[in-house]
C-alpha cells in the first residue's frame, strides 16, 4: 500500500483533470499536487484522462469537416506589414536559446492570390459599416449571407456593392502580429514550415495545459494552417517574420522541418523556461 | 472593429468548433454567420471577442438544432409532406472519415448538451473560467463535467483500448 498525503483522501476526477490543464484557480492546488506526488493511483488516473483527451482530439480532427466557404483554409491567419525582425527580437528579449535549423533555401516563390478573402473583407466591412450606420439587421445578415454564398459557389470576384448602399471600406490597416490557438491531437507536434526564410527564428515555449498557441511575430503575409498533425506555417522565403509556439503539457516532442530540409527534434524536455529558438534563416 | 482580421482569425475555429458540437457543417455555417452578425451590431468588450463569438454561435446553434427537430417530428408526422430522397453524400466522405464521422457522431450526441459545449470548447483551448461563463456554471464544475464527458466517451469510443500495434482510431 503506497502512502498518500494524510491531508485528503483520492483527488476526484474533476480535480485531476483542473490539474491536467493547468487551472490552478480551480482546485486546492497545494493539496492536490502534494497528494498527487505521492499516490500513484492518482498519477495514473491523470495520465488516462491525458490519454483519452489526445485520442479524442485525434478522432475529432480526422472526423471534422471542410469548411463550407472555398476561402480560409482552417486556422488561417493573414498578416500584413510589420518589422521584418519582430520574431528574432523577441526571441533576444526572452533569452531564449537559439539553434540553426538546416533547412534548403527554396526559390522565392509567387504570393498565392487569394481573391476570396478580399472578397471577404470586403463584405464584412461594408456590413459593418451598415451596421454603424443603420441598424437594418435583417438586411446585414441577407447581405453577408449572399456574400458568403456566392463565395462559396465559386465567386471569385470582389463582390459589388449592394443598391444604395455605402461603398467599400479600404483594406483593413497592417495588423504587427496574429496567433492561432488549438489542440495538439498526439504527444508530438509537427511544425511544417514552407520555405527557409531570409531571416527569423521560430521560438518553442513550454506552456502548462493542452492548449498550443502559435504566433507570428511580424511578416508581410503568412498563414497559420491547424492541420492533424499539427501547424503548417506557410511563408516565402523572402520572408523574415518571426514564430512563437507555445508547447503544452501533452506535447512530448516537437518535430519541426523547415523546406524540403532534414526534421528537427525537440525534446520538450529539453526546452527550458524561457523556450528555445530555432533559426529559420537559410 | 476590423471585420476582415476578425473574421480571419475567428471564423475557421468556430466553424470546427460549431460542427463538432452540432455534427451539422449548415447548422455550424449558419450559427457563425449569425454570431458574425450580431458581433458588427454590438461588438463586446476587446479582448473577450474569441469566448463571445463562439457564446453567441453555441447559442445560435443550439436553437437551430431544436428547430430542425421540431421540423423533423413534424415531417414524420405528415409523411406526405416529406421531401423525396436521401440528401447526396458529401463529396468529401470516403468510406473511412465517414465512418469515423458515424461513431464519433454517436458518442457526442449521446452526452448532454451542457457536457458537450464544454468538452468541445476545452478542445479549442478556452480556460476554464471562459467556459464556465458560457455556460453558466462555476469554474470548479468545469473540470468535473470534462471528466464526466471524458469517461463516457471513453467506453463508446474505446479510448482506453491498449493494442500491441498502437491505438487505431479507425478499427
Redesign the interface.
Known sequence: MEPVSLTRPHL???????LL?G?A???ARGDAEAHLEACAACRGRME??R???E??????A???????VPM???????LSEAGPTAGEAATARAGAKVIPLRGRPAPAGRRVDRPW?RA??AV??L??AV?VAT?A?AW??QW??RQ?SQLAHGGRSAPAPPPAAPAPAP???P?AS??????PAGSELRVEVAHAQRAGTLTLVPVAG????AEVLGAQGVELL?VPSGLRIRNAANDAAGYRIQVPEGVRRVRVRVGAGRESVIERTSIGPAGVGLALGS | MDAAILFAQHHPSLFRYLSRLTGDPDVAEDAAQEAFVRLMERPPAPGETRAWLFRVGTNAAWMALRTRGRRRRLLEAAPLRAPLGDAPPAPDAHAETAEVRERVRAALDGLPERDRTILMMQQEGFRYREIAEAVGTTTQSVGTMIARALNKLAAELRLDDEEEDGWNPYR
Not at chain 1, 496574429?178 to 489542440?183: D, G, I, K, P
Not at chain 1, 493542452?210 to 498557441?213: E, G, K, M, P, V
Open positions: 476526484e476526477d474533476g480535480e485531476l483533470l483542473c490543464d487551472e484557480e480551480a482546485v488516462r484522462f490519454t483519452r483527451r485520442r479524442l482530439a485525434s478522432l475529432l480526422s472526423a471534422d469537416f471542410s469548411p463550407p480560409t483554409p482552417p486556422s488561417t491567419v493573414l478573402l471577404a473583407a464584412l466591412l456590413a459593418a451596421a441598424p439587421r446585414i445578415a453577408v449571407g458568403w483594406p483593413a490597416a495588423q496574429a496567433q492561432v490557438r488549438f489542440v493542452t492548449a498550443a498557441l491547424v
